[in-house]
């Protein structure tokens, strides 16, 4: 076998199968190597000018960085100073003060020099000259006589001139120290005076300014230097060879020449060129210049421009390797989407199903997609169920603790409009199985209800104002709104119309009598629990065997408003009262429920019924808490006692005191031992934490029990209420403290958990004194 068969059979054997391997190999080839080329020949002759604009652009944006630092340090230095004369240990005061007497003066002062020269390592010294006692205040020196100083006429023009703040020469008023910056900065005092009496004489440090300005230079073999418009040296960088000091010369001279405040041009000096670059100083007239050597400047540049063309040399040679391992990097995700498919479909697809990878792909995916849309129309289905268990929820009373905005926003959640809408419920009651022809019998209640629900269903699917709610047990509720300006008797007419058609429809195809009733129409929410007990209510009064029957609760209000306002908000907050064992508030809420009752009946077998459910929930509620209701009243038929009782009066005496007040007893004795340990545990907790926040809502929130349980069960227990123990406890805690300890009032207070004002207040209204006479009549004992 030759070579050539090796190669091929190799190939064969290693290279992946399927059209795209091959197509993307040559495409990828082709969009390697022709681009290749075009860039590095663009680059190479039109890029490198443009860089080279870039980088110069960048250098003048660097020097003027560097300007603008080294112009804010002596900006900042002159605000430094300025503000440093508002002290009021330079005002007028010192205008006559005689520093042998007044020594705190002189010591403020000093301590003022001290605190400016502190404030800018650029400060070599401060002195201060005042002009009506002849003399210098400095803050190394101390007290100088100007008599003793022999340059001391050059102080006496110091404060001839207009500028609150000047420059003049330092070799002018100190000559001893060549270490000092050239200029010094005069500042008279006080600032607020239109006569100064003196002058802040600020004296640079030569050597640190020229550190700084080498620092700030980027680059390092540039120089930078300090001089005034006419070319008179003010300060240079550290760099003292000749070579330098001679180019800075002949810089400095052609600079002088020019009239602008800022400009940049190139020199040549000994054969290399520097680019120059200087800038004025706003507030002095200084010019700062920097000089930096091309070649350094255009050295990225030269590295840059070999580097590309060795890059585009080597990019051409290995284009064809990229482009093989580049195909292959493209196809190894297309390789696994295959191999996913394949492994997902439980078997391995055929060859000829996988010759194109990419419509293998996409035969796979239009699968997926089938899928997802089913899996969608599923969670559809729920949110549909989930819709309809809101309003389940909502219609039967369940959601009563939330407000009238709160349910709104719920339902608009869900997907309903409620802006500026009126409500209405329809209920259908399907007749017993008895009273139909068809052959349903006793356990397709369900059944029969579901399919009377999709009917309905189909027939509201038009409207999106309509929602089916299925209550099982042979009734259905339709939930329906409309626009609130719509006129009543269109709605009216509107629902009628629409319960005729559900009573045809069900009665054509399942056979079952249909009972409606319609409710009346709200404006609010929380109004439909209500309508919905009104509606059912409305339906007894169909009439048994008669088909299709819709009745409407405003007709039948006169008959049967008394039945419709049973007090279900009192029922409910007196056996929340039982509940948490008040036999008070039970009390009240048992006669707020009574009197309800009298104001809505004026029938003893009304109110008895209302007062048999009452019972009914009570005794219910009381079983789900643990408690056998034979076990409270023994031998006893509470509801034949009810009932056998005539007078108003009669049943509240015996409601108080044959249902609540042995429920709560029972109740209460039998949650005894457990709140008992609950509150051992609250009191420990006050006990160990009592200098935090303990208020009786952390508490609570902490052990699981409702901060209104919690308080009434803790005065049950201990006989005080809450914040009286934590009370107790923190003033036992600082009375051992304000004995045993020297500390201060106020520490011991935040000790305890108080603040120091309300720490006072609360110690003397318990001991009758304040903590420091308490201490005071305990220090016999400390000492």
Known sequence: M????????????SKPKGNYYRKSLIFVLIITSLPTAVIAISTYFIGMQQMEKEVYHKNQYQLEQVFSRLEEQFSQLEMTIDKGTFNPSLDEKLRDANFVDEYMAML?????????????????????YLKNQQLLVSNDRGLISLEEEPNSAAYDTLLNGPDMISWGNTEQYYTKEKALFPLVLIHKVPIISTRPFGALLVYLNKSMIAKQMTQLNPYEN????????????????????????????????????????????????????????????????????????????????????????????????????????????????????????????????????????????????????????????????????????????????????????????QMNEHGWD??????????????PFAETKRRFVEGDEQLVTFAAANI?????????????????????????????????EQIRSEIYAFSGEIIKMIAKLMGVHVSIGISKQVDQIRQLPKAFDE?????????????????????????FKEILDYPFRQEKELIQAIQMGTEEQAIQQWTLFLQALKMN????????????????????????????????????????QLFGLLETDGINKWFIGKVIRPFIKTLTEKQGIEMKKIIRNVKEIIEQEYMNDISLEIIS???????????????????????????EIRLEKSKELLRGTDWKVNDIAAKVGYQASYFNKVFKKTEGMTPGEYRESAGSGMH
């Open 222 to 409: 540039g120089i930078s230097f300090i001089s005034k418009a006419n070319g008179e040296w003010i300060a240079s960088s550290k760099d003292e060879s000749a070579h330098k000091q001679a180019l800075k010369e002949m810089i400095r001279d052609k600079m002088v020449k020019m009239e602008s405040a800022s400009d940049s041009f190139v020199v040549k000096w000994e054969g290399q060129e520097y680019s120059v670059a200087y800038a004025t100083f706003s507030r002095t007239g200084w010019r700062y210049m920097i000089a930096t050597p091309l070649s350094q400047l255009m050295a990225p540049i030269s590295l840059t421009s070999k580097l590309m063309l060795g890059v585009s040399a080597m990019g051409l040679v290995i284009a064809a390797f990229l482009s093989w391992f580049a195909s292959r990097r493209m196809y190894r995700p297309i390789h696994r989407l295959v191999q996913m498919f394949s492994d997902a479909s439980g078997s391995k697809p055929a060859e000829e199903d996988r010759s194109d990878e990419i419509q293998y792909i996409e035969n796979k995916w239009l699968n997926v997609t089938r899928e997802s849309r089913l899996i969608q129309s599923l969670l559809d289905e729920n949110r549909s169920s989930m819709k309809q268990a809101f309003l389940l929820q909502l219609i039967q009373g369940h959601l009563y603790f939330f407000s009238e905005a709160e349910l709104r926003d």
């Open 108 to 128: 403020e002062v000093y301590q003022v020099l001290g605190v400016l020269q502190s404030s800018s390592p650029m400060i070599a010294r401060i002195d201060l």
């Open 601 to 640: 009946t004026d029938k003893a077998f009304l109110m008895k019924q209302y007062i048999a459910q009452l019972l009914g929930s009570v005794i219910r509620e009381m079983m789900q808490l643990g408690v056998n209701p034979s076990s409270v009243n023994p031998g006893i038929n509470l509801y034949d």
């Open 701 to 727: 929130d902490r052990i699981g029990m409702l901060p209104k349980r919690l308080s009434a069960v803790f005065v049950q227990v201990t006989g005080q209420n809450f914040i009286d123990y934590v009370t």
């Open 456 to 488: 309905i269903e189909e027939l509201a699917a038009d409207n999106g104002n309509m929602k089916v709610i299925n209550l099982h047990n042979l009734t259905v509720s339709l939930f329906v709104s409309f626009e609130r300006d719509k006129d009543k």
């Open 535 to 559: 509606v059912k209510q409305c339906l007894h009064f169909r009439s048994i065997g008669e088909q299709g029957q819709i009745l409407n609760v405003e007709d039948f209000i006169p008959e």
């Open 418 to 431: 409620t802006e500026d809408k009126t409500f209405a419920l329809l209920l259908i009651q399907l007749s």
């Open 2 to 13: 030759d070579i050539r068969s090796i190669l091929n059979a190799a190939w064969s054997k």
